[in-house]
């Protein structure tokens, strides 16, 4: 098969077009898409959160020639190409082994049963979980009801469905009993006051600065510290499972576990 003909699969599911809209409704940057078309039949595609040097590793040994990713494999304009730089040496390396990429990142967090979704229910979320920041089909951050627990109790829950050991937990123990999930690194103070409005007792997201967290003990919030990559590879993972066999080539999954 065409990449773009992969792609096209890929986008009917999960369009750019709601990234495209989170931008321009919100702010913000993206590059999603094709970033890399060397041009040549896919023979086959590996799912991975980053274009990483490991996921790399696991398309030659799968004999594939397509990756697709969560995070931009190019965020922002590059003015060079080099060996030396890590960027480089990613990009250089898939091009010269004839690799395409293919990277999703805002239509991924902002579709339905996507990534932010799939961390919601990953917390315990049930039913219809709207998003604070809506667009067209979608959307961005959610609150909701979660099984009654202890905040510890909550956060061990998490860590397991996760596979995940590195977190760090705020605030006191009490019980947690609605939730907001901000997957990756969205927590700023308007996704503060989303979650204190819509009544939740602890925010889950990564990446979260200090003075946000500061803020949201004094709004009364716990918060739960995820490495960005266990916050989204549960969700990434669980698209996969949705596309591997709507492609037309074999499929892989390569999980970088170190990062979890």
């Given at each position: 098969m065409k990449l773009k003909e992969i792609y096209a699969e890929i986008d009917a599911r999960?369009?750019?077009r709601l990234s495209d809209d989170y931008v321009a409704a919100y702010g913000g940057h993206d590059n999603s898409g094709i970033l890399i078309d060397p041009g040549r039949e896919i023979g086959g595609a590996v799912f991975s959160l980053d274009l990483s040097q490991g996921a790399i590793d696991a398309a030659e040994r799968a004999g594939a020639n397509l990756i697709v990713t969560h995070h931009p494999a190019i965020f922002f304009p590059v003015s060079s190409l080099r060996a030396d730089d890590p960027l480089g040496a990613r990009l250089l390396r898939a091009i010269g082994l004839g690799i395409g990429v293919i990277s999703m990142h805002l239509n991924l967090d902002c579709a339905p049963g996507g990534i932010d979704e799939?961390?919601?229910r990953a917390l315990g979320g049930t039913g219809e979980l709207v998003p604070n920041e809506r667009v067209e089909g979608g959307g961005y951050g959610r609150v909701f009801a979660v099984p009654p627990r202890p905040f510890g109790a909550f956060v061990e829950?998490?860590?397991r469905t996760l596979g995940t050991k590195r977190?760090?937990?705020y605030g006191p123990e009490r019980e947690i009993s609605v939730a907001a999930s901000f997957c990756g690194a969205g927590v700023d103070a308007g996704a503060l006051a989303a979650a204190k409005a819509g009544g939740a007792?602890?925010?889950?997201?990564a990446d979260v600065k200090h003075n946000f967290i500061v803020d949201a003990l004094e709004l009364g919030l716990n918060v739960v510290q995820l490495t960005h990559y266990a916050s989204e590879n549960y969700g990434f993972k669980r698209i996969y499972e949705k596309?591997?066999?709507e492609l037309g080539v074999p499929c892989t999954f390569h999980q970088d576990g170190f990062m979890l």
């Open positions: 999960y369009p750019k799939s961390l919601a829950e998490i860590c977190v760090f937990a007792h602890a925010v889950v997201s596309l591997k066999d």
